[in-house]
């Protein structure tokens, strides 16, 4: 749909008085979703051990999290408009609870991946329909004070999130290890689910359309073709039905967008608005969106297994390396609205070359440390890394944003946070078989070949970021 999300947020009696405490639960809930991004990389080592995990285990964990969660960002939304936002929100926060429960009480590494995909589609309820219900609850200044503070949560987590990882795993609460991760969800969810009747008014569009089931499928089968043989084809040998599912991938693809063409002609709303294909911003914006967030999965996913696996650190210890980046993220991050002001795509394109150079910087201190030298000489490589990161992450959005039509703000943001978890799970399922592919030869070798491999993606972000028109003053 065009329209601006403001449009979009519509209620049938008066905007209600803003409730303070409303945007906290909405902000409990964005922090359940992140946290549990970044918080599991620490876990990762020691599950693998409790669990007997192999490789592929790993990867389905981290992006099986981020496939389900992008095929369902497509009906979220739509689902929210239609049933009511504050029930998408408590539902998804009630699946992505129990999820999480049934993660920590997982007996084997089969039902954690199941539980893990679970998560997904609670996290992908969650999210769109926060930003629309900030949209009920505030307007004008205040709508822009409450997304301020969203945002800035959102970065205060992921910059934790690995450190917290390492604090729980340390305490080792009632010998739960690793399962503590996963169950310090259940009484915030919990909570969040209480409040959210008390505090949070409900809305519902007064448009409503159909969904889309079948094209719902065509992205789930075409997603699922290509992450699922990616993860597993290097373990299994690369049999033939590896070969026969990447080979659908593309099918599928083109079987969705056919039909979501078909649905616009017909006057009808799509799940992805195939105009919007057709504008140059919004395409470089997508791809550059996907190439900085396949590198940002993946690295943090090899980079905790040089440190636990290689180094033999423990999670504490890896989480406080882990700090030095979110330190440098926190930094830059701040500073990025206001470069983009002034800079615009160049900002993008700057903290690009910035990530990639950090890369390189760690690959020549792993080169030259091996698993056994002094960890601090990881730190010039980390800053770098977090700078980059700080430089890329929202501006990216706003400044694809910017240059588009405001009509079709709400469909770009959308597609930009579906094309961000498409990207994190095909960059776990490359990036993943290029370092557990060469442990063979060390776990110092394998991260650095990942390293090469993520700095050269990120130099094509760079590169497609200046494909990015310049914003109309």
């Known amino acids: 749909m065009t329209e601006t999300l403001a449009a979009r947020i519509t209620v049938a009696s008066d905007r209600p008085s803003p409730r303070p405490l409303g945007l906290a639960v909405l902000v409990m809930g964005t922090c359940l979703i992140v946290l549990d991004f970044f918080i599991v990389n620490v876990a ?57 429960g049934l993660c920590g009480l997982a007996p084997n590494a089969s039902i954690l991946v199941a539980a893990r995909l679970l998560q997904g589609v609670g996290g992908a309820m969650i999210s769109p329909s926060v930003l629309a219900l900030i949209g009920v609850m505030y307007a004008g200044a205040a709508r822009a004070r409450a997304i301020g503070i969203y945002a800035t949560s959102m970065g205060l987590a992921a910059a934790s999130g690995q450190l917290l990882g390492g604090l729980l ?43 889309d089931l079948a094209g719902l499928l065509l992205a789930t089968g075409s997603l699922t073709a290509l992450v699922l043989p990616l993860v597993d084809g290097r373990a299994a040998g690369w049999p033939w039905w590896t070969w026969a599912s990447l080979a659908a991938a593309p099918v599928l693809a083109t079987d969705f967008v056919l039909r979501q063409r078909s649905i616009s002609r017909r006057g009808g709303v799509p799940l992805l608005d195939p105009v919007l294909f057709t504008i140059r ?81 760690l690959l020549a201190a792993v080169e030259a440390i091996g698993t056994h030298g002094v960890v601090l000489w990881l730190a010039p490589g980390l800053v770098l ?55 063979h030869a060390g776990d110092a070798h394998a991260f650095a070949l990942s390293l090469i491999v993520l700095a050269l993606l990120l130099v094509s972000v760079a590169a497609s970021a200046r494909r990015i028109p310049l914003a109309q003053s």
């Open 169 to 211: 795993l340390h305490a080792n609460i009632a010998g739960l290890g690793w399962r503590t991760v996963f169950l310090i969800n259940v009484p915030i969810g919990a909570l969040a689910i209480a409040c959210s009747p008390r505090l949070i008014p409900e809305s519902r569009s007064p448009e409503t359309s159909p969904l």
């Open 44 to 100: 990762l080592p020691s599950l693998q051990t409790d669990l007997h995990a192999g490789p592929a285990t790993l990867e389905w964990v981290v992006a099986g999290y981020a496939l389900t969660s992008a095929v369902f960002l497509l009906a979220a939304g739509r689902l929210g408009d239609r049933f009511g936002r504050r029930r998408m929100f408590s539902l998804g926060v009630a699946v992505f609870t129990a999820a999480s």
């Open 281 to 361: 911003s919004f395409t470089a914006g997508m791809l550059t969106q996907f190439g900085f967030w396949a590198g940002q999965a993946s690295y943090f996913l090899v980079l905790a297994l040089y440190l636990q696996l290689g180094r033999h650190m423990s999670a504490l210890e890896s989480g406080a390396v882990f700090t030095i980046l979110a330190a440098a993220y926190l930094v830059s991050s701040m500073r990025a609205p206001a470069l983009v002001a002034r800079w615009g795509r160049n900002v993008i394109v700057g903290g690009a070359l910035a990530l990639a150079a950090g890369h390189l910087a």
């Open 385 to 439: 890394a977090g700078t980059g990161m700080g430089l890329c992450l929202a501006p990216i959005t706003a400044t694809v944003l910017a240059t588009l039509d405001p009509r079709r703000a709400g469909a770009v943001s959308g597609a930009l946070s579906t094309t961000q978890q498409v990207g994190n799970a095909v960059g776990v399922a490359v990036v993943g078989a290029v370092f557990f592919g060469s442990t």
